[in-house]
């Protein structure tokens, strides 16, 4: 039913830069906020950036500075610009809605590796 995809991951040297995008399908409900979370090896999965319906932006403060959360007019297309990429990156990234009523869905991940 309702689908995301995420795209644009790959091998990154350190300090370079990847965009991902996250396409939505199927939507049959409002967007209240859109969401790229990522998860490393090992560790939990963690918060990385957030739009809400409003365009309001927030970012991990490990990101904070060198990402930019965006959103298309569509609104149902989201990115993640990743600049000065680091090696703790390094991780499988998620787009991750939320709908007005409260429900969330999850696109099945890109990898993202940066290496020293």
């Known amino acids: 039913q309702v689908q995301l995809v995420e795209s644009g991951g790959g091998l990154v040297q350190s300090g370079g830069s990847l965009r991902l995008s996250c396409a939505a399908s199927?939507?049959?409900?409002?967007?209240?906020?859109m969401n790229w979370y990522r998860q490393a090896p090992g560790k939990q999965r963690e918060l990385v950036a957030t739009?809400?319906?409003?365009?309001?932006?927030d970012y991990a403060d490990s990101v904070k500075g060198r990402f930019t959360i965006s959103r298309d007019k569509d609104e149902i297309t989201v990115y993640l610009q990743m600049n000065s990429l680091k090696p703790e990156d390094t991780a499988v990234y998620y787009c991750?809605?939320?709908?007005?009523?409260?429900?969330?869905?999850w696109g099945q991940g890109t990898q993202v590796t940066v290496s020293s």
């Open positions: 199927r939507i049959t409900f409002s967007i209240y906020v």
């Open positions: 739009i809400s319906r409003g365009g309001g932006t």
């Open positions: 991750n809605v939320i709908s007005s009523r409260g429900g969330a869905y």
